[in-house]
């Protein structure tokens, strides 16, 4: 398994593919929401919690069909099938190889973005703990998403279709942590919702997206 | 016959206008979907049977 | 490749429905008509709602189904899942842009009604975006339907989504009331909160309500029907170039 968790790290790290672009995309979102906004601070400080917490789910979103889509084409999602390893398993390391690679670097980067947005010095502890604790949920949700939509030729379009519906309460509870952070308002009713969804998401839905793959793989 | 929609009667009208409409198309794709492939079953039933 | 005596199941169901559809039909037609010109022409104007208070007749049963389609479509991918009744899969599959339509009904009549009422097209109201999201979610389910060639693998992953998404459906419904409270009101049969609906209300929306549902089922069995004679299409036609 660990093997399997650095090899899938190291492929996304050389391909270049979804390590750089999900935080280049971040930026890019970050840079773009003043022009479309207008400049005003107040205005910024004001939505820059759900602007990040869009932009890094945007983001997040940018890179999901590479989790399984690689291997799917070359055949060693079929080899990994047949090893010893549970499904479930495989899924669950894939879906952390993605949260490696993706979320948590876009984690360290929501600071330095939240300076461009003039986010409350307040937000700021808030705003990196939300994203912590929501973005392995983004993952996991997201690799059953990718599970569903692996053996389609234009699966990307379909993927953002299934997987932003399911996105909703992990955004909508993030944001608003976030959101009161920054304002210095009471936490902990929505982080401990964020909290509760990610462990749900974490321990049940590797079995729906094992069970997918095993559809997929038939 | 018309009974009096007061200052509303466009909004009462346009409610009722795009749902029976929506419906109908509904069940318009339906009907026509459900001839057209019973037809198409059909003929490939009968070729089917000509065949072997 | 499936055989042909899977189909047995499926015929009987093609044959029992054609025979039941005509009545189911008219009943439909009646219940629907009498309901809807009950509620349009001879129901009198509400003294604060005015006669916005008719859209009500098409508010309120829409979204009812829009609501059950999707709790029958979970019925039917659990009984696929668990007992894999091909006519079960296919009546999801069938039942899925019924529910989108009645969706989309009660979102606009909603947004008709609001705009006098709420004096707004649209309010992020905690009702009006659950449905938003059902929306949505049904889009995605349909979406994958299409997508999949294959019909078993189709009917299997579109199964797995529909109970992943009842569950994020559900979580959504409470994420989104914690997130704002909404000037919706209440229960749907109470048309201002606090006060009971009157009887002069009531009883066409029950006729109509039972319009929809009966609606509904006569859409989804003529659906399931149509479904179940493509798949067999597609069967034979795969067996024939198999034969050439």
Redesign the interface.
Known sequence: MRALLIRDIRLAVRAGGGFGLGLSFFLIVVVLVPFGVGPQNALLARIAPGILWLGALLACLLSLDRIFALDWEDGSLDLLATSPLPMEGIVSIKALAHWLTTGLPLVLAAPLFGVLLNLPEAGYKWLILSLLLGTPALSVIGA?GAA??V??K??GL?LS??V???Y??TL??GA?VARRGAEGLQVA??LL?LAG?TCGAMAL?PF?SA??LR??L? | MMPDLGKYAEAVLSSYALSIMLIAGLVAVSLIRARRVRKELQGIERKAKTNG | MSSIWEYANPKKFIETTDRILPALAVLTGVALLLGLIWGFFLTPDDFRQGSTVKIVFLHVPSALMAINAWLMMLVASLIWIVRRHHVSALAARAAAPVGLVMTMIALLTGAIWGQPMWGTWWAWDPRLTSFLILFLFYLGYIALWAAIENDDTAADLTAILCLVGSVFALLSRYAVNFWNQGLHQGASLSVKSGERMDMTYKLPLYVCMAGFVLLFVVLVLIRTGTEIRARRMRVLLARERMGA
Do not use: W, Y
Request: net charge positive; hydrophobic share 60%.
């Open positions: 059953f569903l939509t053996g389609l234009r699966g379909l279709l299934l932003l519906p399911l909703v309460p909508i509870f608003e009713t929505p919702m969804i839905l729906a069970a997918v559809v997929n038939r």
